[in-house]
């Protein structure tokens, strides 16, 4: 395995930025849609829908940590070696690898069109692309550290539109969310799918926990970030379920960038485009942290150094871009279907591996 890519004291993140990439991966382009989804399925009482998921994700997020404590210098791949064997092991490697590439060509490719839609509509998504190719490659070639510093960056560049978003809520009504449940339970309950697939990206700590500095700190970093990302989903969500009406939110595919759009301020006629130029940078660490993860897998699976593979990876999205030219309507689709996959990677695979690690670790063989 390549240096850079082993847990030593060089390639340490420290618990905030343990936080934050598990923060940033979960956050995405999600948010962008959230308001929209839950709608569609039970109405203004989707907020309740997020606090629901968020319960369910950090569940999960502690079950991987209680995973990795079995192996707590290794990532998930070793800890499949040890106990399962070496090709089990590669099989890992494959399934990873495939999963965080599609991950992140998916978000890449939703942020391009999402850029293309709002701030460039005259030119090839492709070419948008094309962009970010070599600050993501920069960033990968850093290793984990790097893109936890990054995280950290992005994290305090853009707080500051926590605050300028909250000048709507002066703007809303808030008779738009009463009466609570009022459908019923029902709906809420069929809206918590949504919900915690937009909570995807907290498997990540399969990859990033050996590199922690303060290994007793993990369960109380995934409970934080998946908190921050639950709050940060229910405050856009709550405002746009305040400016728009409950049967005018369902129209709205980018309901946060419309209602943003009211902003106005005298020194800047555009302030959505603002919003929108900065909120790429925080789409960006999601599928930049997924590629680096596929590539962690593939270095080990395939001689061959760990950016090399990202350098390859990265033109091959653009190659693909430029092949399928797929629009939002494809692109929602293909979310769609790895939202399936993720379900069972991000929930229902920890659950199964630490129940057989459980029962695996009563043989004397296998104590540690």
């Not at 290994?215 to 405050?235: P, R, W």
């Not at 993720?342 to 659950?351: D, E, M, N, Q």
């Amino acid at each position: 395995m390549d240096a850079a890519l082993k847990p030593s004291k060089s390639n340490r993140i420290t618990t905030l930025q343990f936080i934050l990439i598990i923060h940033s991966m979960q956050l995405g382009v999600g948010i962008i849609s959230m308001p929209k989804d839950v709608a569609d399925v039970s109405g203004t009482d989707g907020w309740i829908a997020i606090i629901l998921g968020w319960i369910l994700s950090t569940a999960a997020s502690l079950i991987i940590v209680q995973v990795m404590k079995k192996y707590p210098d290794g990532s998930i791949i070793d800890l499949i070696e040890h106990y399962f064997g070496k090709w089990i092991g590669k099989l890992a490697m494959a399934l990873f690898a495939v999963y965080f590439l599609l991950y992140a060509y998916l978000i890449f490719d939703r942020m391009v069109l999402l850029t293309q839609s709002w701030i460039m509509q005259q030119t090839q998504s492709w070419v948008l692309m094309l962009l970010f190719v070599i600050p993501a490659y920069m960033l990968i070639k850093g290793g984990v550290r790097d893109i936890g510093r990054f995280a950290e960056i992005t994290f305090f560049a853009s707080i500051w539109m926590v605050f300028v978003i909250s000048t709507l809520f002066k703007d809303g009504n808030w008779l738009h969310l009463l009466p609570v449940l009022k459908e019923g339970w029902l709906p809420v309950i069929r809206t918590v799918n949504t919900t915690i697939l937009s909570f995807l990206g907290f498997e990540c700590i399969f990859f990033i926990y050996p590199h922690l500095e303060k290994k007793q700190s993990a369960s109380k970093g995934v409970i934080i970030a998946n908190t921050l990302t639950m709050l940060i989903y229910l405050f856009i969500t709550i405002i746009c379920f305040l400016v728009f009406s409950p049967d005018e939110i369902t129209f709205f595919n980018d309901a946060v960038i419309s209602a943003v759009k009211i902003i106005e301020f005298r020194f800047i006629e555009r302030f959505d485009l603002l919003i929108l130029s900065i909120y790429l940078m925080v789409i960006a660490k999601t599928w930049i942290s997924a590629l680096f993860m596929s590539v962690y897998c593939t270095s080990r699976l395939i001689v061959g150094k760990y950016y090399v593979h990202a350098g390859i990876f990265l033109v091959a999205m653009v190659i693909t871009n430029y092949a399928l030219n797929t629009g939002w309507n494809e692109s929602i689709e293909a979310s769609g279907y790895f939202s399936k996959i993720g379900f069972a990677v991000a929930f229902i695979g920890p659950v199964c591996l630490w129940l057989v690690l459980l029962v695996m670790s009563q043989f004397k063989r296998w104590q540690t």
